[in-house]
């Protein structure tokens, strides 16, 4: 493994761990995302992204976002 994919490979893993540690708000989710507030109101009340309902605020796993992540990583 030449160095250049050692250092992917460790930023892939740092940002699968860090997505495993937040959860996001509605409005984190739509910029994340690049989508509008409503639109992820949307997919959380369709089913489509996981979500729980505390207080009354919406709390997002981002670790079910792996493949933005993943994309985000590789096109920086």
């Known amino acids: ?7 992917e490979a460790n930023l892939k893993a740092l940002a699968l761990f860090d997505a495993n540690n937040t959860c996001l708000t509605v409005d984190e989710c739509a910029k994340f ?3 509008h507030p409503k639109t992820i109101t949307n997919r ?10 505390l207080g009354r605020i919406w709390r997002i796993p981002k670790i079910q976002f792996v493949k933005e992540i993943i994309s985000e990583l590789i096109q920086s």
Do not use: D, T
Not at 1 to 7: A, F, G, L, V
Not at 44 to 53: D, P, V
């Open 1 to 7: 493994m030449s160095q250049n994919e050692m250092i």
């Open 33 to 35: 995302l690049k989508v």
């Open 44 to 53: 959380i009340n369709k089913g489509k992204i996981k979500a729980e309902f």
